[in-house]
C-alpha cells in the first residue's frame, strides 16, 4: 500500500461506501482531503436522500432517520382498525418495531394474510419488523345461568361453584374446572368477572367449592374466573393453543407468546412443543412469556422462567386482577429488573394509552403511565385495542413515540438506567461489549455495529443501555427481525452475499448451525465498509468524521465469539482524520 498526495474529497469516498458493493474497493491514489469538495448529489447513491452541503457533511439525514434513533421499541396489535396494507405502513412509519397477532381473534388464514402485508412493508424499507404471534391460552369461566341476565349476588351469602351441568341460580352455578376445586383451599380467594366479584372459599368436597361473597355484584353466563393463590394442575396450552403454535412455526412469526405462565415448567412444555414442530434446519422462533399469575412470583419462579424463554411481557390486565393494584407498579419494576440482570428483552403491555381507543389524546395518566416503562428500562412497550380496534391507531403509536423522544431526552433518564446494578460478565464477549461502551460515550461517537449471528453479541451490547444506538448486522433475516425486539437494537435486513456472509437460497451449507463464510471475509475492510454503508443508511452518521465502534468475532461464523473491537470514521476504514489511504 502507498500514498501519493493526489487530493480526492473523502466525501466522495464515503459515497462510493454507499453505493454497491463493486464500489468498495475502487482503483485509486491515495489522498488527502482536498480543500475543495465534490458535489454530493454526483456521488452518493441514489436511494440516499442528498442535499447541497459543505464539504463536511456526507449525506442529508434520511426522512425517517429519528425512526430509527429511539432505543425503546413500539409494539402494535393488529386488529379491525389496521388490517390494511395502508395502515400497517402507517404505523410502521409512525414507530411501530414490532407488530402482534393476537390468536385470540379471528382465524389463522386472517393472521398469514396480515403477515404478508408486514413482510410487504418490510421489504419496501428494507428494514427487519419483528411479528409476534400471542397464544390465547385457557379461559376459565364459569356456567350458565337460568336467568339469562344473570343473578345479583349480595355480600355475605354463600355461593357454591360446583361440576352440576344444571343451569346456575342465585345459590350456585357449573365450575366446569375441577383443577381449579382441587387446588383451591380455605380462604383462597376466586375472582369472577375481572373482580368484579370476589368470593372466597369457606368449605369444599370433591366436586364443589363453597363460598362466601365479599365483594357483591352481578354474575352472568361464562363470566371468567381467577385464582390468584391457587397454582392449577393445568396446561398453559389448550388444544386451540397448540394448533395455533403449529400454524405460527409454519407461517414463520418470529416471536411467541405464551400465556397462562405459573412456573418454569410451562415454559419448558413449549419448547418441547417448538421442537416437536420445527423442521430441519429451520429458524427457531423465540418465546416470550406474559407473567399475568402472582405464582410466578413464588420462590424463584420468575428467575427461572426468564432464564428459560427469550423474553418477557408485563401483562398487566390479568397481573392487575390476581394482585392487588398498588403492588402492580413495584411488579413491574421487577420484572424489568430481573429481565435487564440477565439481558433479556421486556415488554410492558395492556392499557397504556386506553383513553385513545376513543379520543385522538390521552390522559395525563396514561403518558405518565407510558413514561414510568420508559424510565424503569423496559425494552418495548405496546398498544392492545388502541391499535388493533380504535379509532385512531395511528395516533397512538405517533403519541407512544413523543413519549419514547421526550423520555429518552430528559437527562434522569440516563441516571435511572444507569442505577442498575448487574454482575460483571467474565467472558471476551462481555468484555468487548463493555469495552465498546465505554468508548462508544468517550468518543462520543454515533453508533456502535455490532456483527452478530445468533443475535448473542447484539443483545449483550442491548443489555449495557450504550449511549448510542446499536446497529446489528447479521447473514440472517430471522435474527434481524427477532433483535427488533431490544432496546436501542437495530438491525439491518441482510442480503444474499452481504456483511461479509453469504446468504444464497441455493447453498446448502448456509444454516445458522453451519454458516457458509465467503471468500471475501479474508478482507476485514470490506465488513468494515458495510458497517459504514449500513450507519449512513439509517441515518446515524452525515458527516465523514463521524466515528463508530464496531465490534465482531474472527473468524466469522462463530457464535458469540466478538473478541474485536474497531473505531472507525464514517468514511470508512481506509480513513482517518481527513487522511484517506486506497489501493495504488
Same mark, same amino acid.
Given at each position: 500500500?502507498?500514498?501519493?498526495?493526489?487530493?480526492?474529497?473523502?466525501?466522495?469516498?464515503? +459515497?462510493?461506501?454507499?453505493?454497491?458493493?463493486?464500489?468498495?474497493?475502487?482503483?485509486?491514489?491515495?489522498?488527502?482531503?482536498?480543500?475543495?469538495?465534490?458535489?454530493?448529489?454526483?456521488?452518493?447513491?441514489?436511494? %440516499?436522500?442528498?442535499?447541497?452541503?459543505?464539504?463536511?457533511?456526507?449525506?442529508?439525514?434520511?426522512?425517517?432517520?429519528?425512526?430509527?434513533?429511539?432505543?425503546?421499541?413500539?409494539?402494535?396489535?393488529?386488529?379491525?382498525?389496521?388490517?390494511?396494507?395502508?395502515?400497517?405502513?402507517?404505523?410502521?412509519?409512525?414507530?411501530?418495531?414490532?407488530?402482534?397477532?393476537?390468536?385470540?381473534?379471528?382465524?389463522?388464514?386472517?393472521?398469514?394474510?396480515? *403477515?404478508?402485508?408486514?413482510?410487504?412493508?418490510?421489504?419496501?424499507?428494507?428494514?427487519?419488523?419483528?411479528?409476534?404471534?400471542?397464544?390465547?391460552?385457557?379461559?376459565?369461566?364459569?356456567?350458565?345461568?337460568?336467568?339469562?341476565?344473570?343473578?345479583?349476588?349480595?355480600?355475605?351469602?354463600?355461593?357454591?361453584?360446583?361440576?352440576?351441568?344444571?343451569?346456575?341460580?342465585?345459590?350456585?352455578?357449573?365450575?366446569?374446572?375441577?383443577?381449579?376445586?382441587?387446588?383451591?383451599?380455605?380462604?383462597?380467594?376466586? *375472582?369472577?368477572?375481572?373482580?368484579?366479584?370476589?368470593?372466597?372459599? %369457606?368449605?369444599?368436597?370433591?366436586?364443589?367449592?363453597?363460598?362466601?361473597?365479599?365483594?357483591?355484584?352481578?354474575?352472568?353466563?361464562?363470566?371468567?374466573?381467577?385464582?390468584?393463590?391457587?397454582? *392449577?394442575?393445568?396446561?398453559?396450552?389448550?388444544?386451540?393453543?397448540?394448533?395455533?403454535?403449529?400454524?405460527?412455526?409454519?407461517?414463520?412469526?418470529?416471536?411467541?407468546? *405464551?400465556?397462562?405462565?405459573?412456573?418454569?415448567?410451562?415454559?419448558?412444555?413449549?419448547?418441547?412443543?417448538?421442537?416437536?414442530?420445527?423442521?430441519?434446519?429451520? $429458524?427457531?422462533?423465540?418465546?416470550?412469556?406474559?407473567?399475568?399469575?402472582?405464582?410466578? $412470583?413464588?420462590?424463584?419462579?420468575?428467575?427461572?422462567?426468564?432464564?428459560?424463554?427469550?423474553?418477557?411481557?408485563?401483562?398487566?390486565?390479568?397481573?392487575?386482577?390476581?394482585?392487588?393494584?398498588?403492588?402492580?407498579?413495584?411488579?413491574?419494576?421487577?420484572?424489568?429488573?430481573?429481565?435487564?440482570?440477565?439481558?433479556?428483552?421486556?415488554?410492558?403491555?395492556?392499557?397504556?394509552?386506553?383513553?385513545?381507543?376513543?379520543?385522538?389524546?390521552?390522559?395525563?395518566?396514561? +403518558?405518565?403511565?407510558?413514561?414510568?416503562? %420508559?424510565?424503569?428500562?423496559?425494552?418495548?412497550?405496546?398498544?392492545?385495542?388502541?391499535?388493533?380496534?380504535?379509532?385512531?391507531?395511528?395516533?397512538?403509536?405517533?403519541?407512544?413515540?413523543?413519549? %419514547?423522544?421526550?423520555?429518552?431526552?430528559?437527562?434522569?433518564?440516563?441516571?435511572?438506567?444507569?442505577?442498575?446494578?448487574?454482575?460483571?460478565?467474565?467472558?471476551?464477549?462481555?468484555?468487548?461489549?463493555?469495552?465498546?461502551?465505554?468508548?462508544?460515550?468517550?468518543?462520543?461517537?454515533?453508533?456502535?455495529?455490532?456483527?452478530?449471528?445468533?443475535?448473542?453479541?447484539?443483545?449483550?451490547?442491548?443489555?449495557?443501555?450504550?449511549?448510542?444506538?446499536?446497529?446489528?448486522?447479521?447473514?440472517?433475516?430471522?435474527? +434481524?427481525?427477532?433483535?427488533?425486539?431490544?432496546?436501542?437494537?437495530?438491525?439491518?435486513?441482510?442480503?444474499?452475499?452481504? $456483511?461479509?456472509?453469504?446468504?444464497?437460497?441455493?447453498?446448502?451449507?448456509?444454516?445458522?448451525?453451519?454458516?457458509?463464510?465467503?471468500?471475501?471475509?479474508?478482507?476485514?475492510?470490506?465488513?468494515?465498509?458495510? +458497517?459504514?454503508?449500513?450507519?449512513?443508511?439509517?441515518?446515524?452518521?452525515?458527516?465523514?468524521?463521524?466515528?463508530?465502534?464496531?465490534?465482531?468475532?474472527?473468524? $466469522?461464523?462463530?457464535?458469540?465469539?466478538?473478541?474485536?473491537?474497531?473505531?472507525?470514521?464514517?468514511?470508512?476504514?481506509?480513513?482517518?482524520?481527513?487522511?484517506?489511504?486506497?489501493?495504488?
Amino acid at each position: 500500500m502507498k500514498f501519493s498526495t493526489t487530493s480526492v474529497s473523502v466525501v466522495a469516498i464515503l +459515497a462510493a461506501v454507499a453505493g454497491s458493493t463493486s464500489a468498495f474497493a475502487p482503483t485509486m491514489s491515495a489522498v488527502r482531503k482536498s480543500s475543495s469538495s465534490t458535489s454530493l448529489k454526483s456521488t452518493v447513491a441514489p436511494s %440516499i436522500p442528498t442535499t447541497e452541503t459543505s464539504d463536511t457533511s456526507v449525506a442529508s439525514i434520511p426522512k425517517f432517520a429519528q425512526r430509527w434513533r429511539k432505543s425503546t421499541k413500539q409494539l402494535a396489535t393488529l386488529g379491525p382498525a389496521s388490517s390494511t396494507l395502508e395502515m400497517i405502513e402507517t404505523l410502521f412509519l409512525a414507530g411501530a418495531d414490532i407488530f402482534r397477532l393476537n390468536f385470540s381473534h379471528g382465524s389463522q388464514e386472517q393472521k398469514l394474510e396480515l *403477515l404478508k402485508m408486514i413482510r410487504e412493508v418490510e421489504e419496501k424499507y428494507s428494514h427487519p419488523i419483528a411479528v409476534l404471534g400471542d397464544l390465547q391460552g385457557p379461559k376459565l369461566r364459569v356456567g350458565e345461568f337460568s336467568n339469562p341476565e344473570g343473578e345479583m349476588l349480595e355480600k355475605g351469602q354463600t355461593f357454591r361453584l360446583d361440576l352440576d351441568e344444571a343451569q346456575g341460580d342465585n345459590t350456585r352455578v357449573m365450575l366446569p374446572h375441577p383443577e381449579i376445586i382441587e387446588a383451591s383451599e380455605i380462604d383462597h380467594v376466586l *375472582l369472577v368477572d375481572d373482580g368484579k366479584v370476589k368470593l372466597t372459599v %369457606i368449605g369444599k368436597g370433591d366436586k364443589y367449592l363453597e363460598c362466601r361473597v365479599d365483594v357483591p355484584g352481578k354474575i352472568s353466563n361464562r363470566k371468567g374466573v381467577n385464582t390468584p393463590d391457587s397454582v *392449577l394442575d393445568i396446561s398453559p396450552l389448550t388444544p386451540k393453543d397448540r394448533s395455533d403454535l403449529e400454524y405460527m412455526i409454519g407461517i414463520g412469526v418470529d416471536w411467541i407468546a *405464551l400465556s397462562f405462565v405459573q412456573q418454569p415448567s410451562d415454559i419448558e412444555e413449549i419448547h418441547e412443543l417448538i421442537d416437536g414442530h420445527l423442521k430441519e434446519d429451520a $429458524f427457531r422462533p423465540a418465546v416470550m412469556a406474559k407473567i399475568e399469575k402472582p405464582s410466578c $412470583f413464588f420462590g424463584d419462579n420468575l428467575e427461572n422462567i426468564v432464564e428459560l424463554c427469550d423474553g418477557i411481557m408485563v401483562a398487566r390486565g390479568d397481573l392487575g386482577v390476581e394482585c392487588a393494584p398498588e403492588d402492580v407498579p413495584l411488579l413491574q419494576k421487577q420484572i424489568i429488573d430481573t429481565c435487564r440482570k440477565q439481558g433479556k428483552p421486556v415488554v410492558v403491555a395492556t392499557q397504556m394509552l386506553e383513553s385513545m381507543i376513543e379520543s385522538p389524546t390521552p390522559t395525563r395518566a396514561e +403518558a405518565s403511565d407510558v413514561a414510568t416503562a %420508559i424510565y424503569d428500562g423496559a425494552d418495548a412497550i405496546m398498544l392492545s385495542a388502541e391499535s388493533a380496534a380504535g379509532k385512531f391507531p395511528e395516533e397512538s403509536v405517533a403519541m407512544q413515540q413523543r413519549i %419514547i423522544n421526550r423520555v429518552e431526552s430528559d437527562p434522569h433518564y440516563r441516571r435511572y438506567l444507569n442505577q442498575l446494578t448487574k454482575k460483571a460478565g467474565e467472558t471476551p464477549t462481555d468484555a468487548v461489549t463493555i469495552a465498546a461502551r465505554q468508548i462508544a460515550q468517550t468518543v462520543n461517537a454515533k453508533g456502535i455495529v455490532s456483527f452478530t449471528l445468533q443475535g448473542s453479541t447484539a443483545l449483550r451490547a442491548s443489555q449495557e443501555r450504550p449511549t448510542v444506538p446499536v446497529l446489528a448486522i447479521t447473514p440472517f433475516k430471522e435474527t +434481524a427481525r427477532q433483535l427488533a425486539m431490544s432496546w436501542g437494537v437495530y438491525p439491518e435486513l441482510p442480503r444474499s452475499g452481504s $456483511f461479509g456472509f453469504s446468504t444464497s437460497d441455493d447453498d446448502a451449507l448456509t444454516t445458522v448451525d453451519n454458516p457458509h463464510v465467503s471468500a471475501a471475509d479474508g478482507d476485514f475492510d470490506i465488513v468494515l465498509k458495510n +458497517a459504514c454503508r449500513a450507519a449512513l443508511r439509517k441515518g446515524l452518521v452525515n458527516d465523514p468524521n463521524d466515528l463508530l465502534v464496531v465490534t465482531a468475532g474472527i473468524p $466469522f461464523g462463530t457464535p458469540g465469539a466478538a473478541n474485536i473491537i474497531r473505531l472507525l470514521p464514517a468514511a470508512g476504514p481506509s480513513c482517518w482524520d481527513g487522511v484517506c489511504r486506497v489501493d495504488d
